[in-house]
């Protein structure tokens, strides 16, 4: 004996709670909802609950917190690491590696049919086989403004002098498109 997905549904929506109403076209869209609980300072109120209703809620477009696509490091050697699992990341992109050590960045630099080909931009010695990577989906930026005159910084805008921390004012893509032609001062000397 089989049930039909209906049934189904039916049997597992009753089993929390959830009472079908029947619907004279046969749209499996409409249920009543018996809460057990009181709510509302402590009134006990049946409402009338659309399906579609309880799926927005259950599934909310608008997650708090966001939801971060999560790979897998599967080689690393001389500075290369090779990921898995980032089906939506992009050349230029930054990911981060989560090793025994911390987090370091690495920058997308090709996208394979199997596998996406990165360049850690720190200390890639302590990156593993096997260990996290989380998609950032942003750019690689540097801290910009007035307030870094003066100071040593790596590469990556990484404070070396020993001065405490930076204050920029804001952050910039490294990698943007030059001013149009239009924009840029004239040249009246070769």
Same mark, same amino acid.
């Given at each position: ?20 109403? %029947? ?49 897998? &490091? ?102 943007? %498109?030059?001013?149009? &032609?239009?924009?840029?001062? %004239?040249?009246?000397? %070769?």
């Amino acid at each position: 004996m089989s049930i039909s997905d209906d049934k189904l549904l039916e049997q597992s929506l009753k089993s929390i709670g959830i009472k079908t109403n %029947p619907d004279p076209f046969g749209l499996p869209d409409q249920f009543i909802y018996d809460p057990i609980k009181p709510i509302e300072g402590g009134k006990n109120k049946n409402s009338k609950v659309r399906f579609s209703q309880i799926l927005d809620f259950s599934f909310p477009e608008d997650i708090e917190g966001g939801i971060a696509e999560v790979g897998e &490091v599967i080689y690393i050697g001389d500075g290369v690491c090779r990921v898995i699992g980032l089906s939506k990341a992009e050349i230029e992109d930054i990911i981060n590696v989560k090793t025994s050590k911390g987090w370091e960045k690495a920058l997308i630099l090709g996208i394979e049919d199997t596998h996406i080909e990165s360049v850690v931009l720190g200390d890639y010695s302590n990156i593993k086989q096997g260990d996290q990577v989380i998609a950032t989906n942003s750019r690689l930026k540097v801290p910009v403004g007035k307030s870094l005159f003066g100071r040593v910084m790596s590469p990556l805008g990484v404070p070396i002098d020993g001065l405490g921390k930076l204050n920029p004012e804001s952050y910039r893509d490294v990698e943007f %498109p030059a001013p149009s &032609v239009m924009e840029r001062e %004239p040249i009246f000397e %070769p």
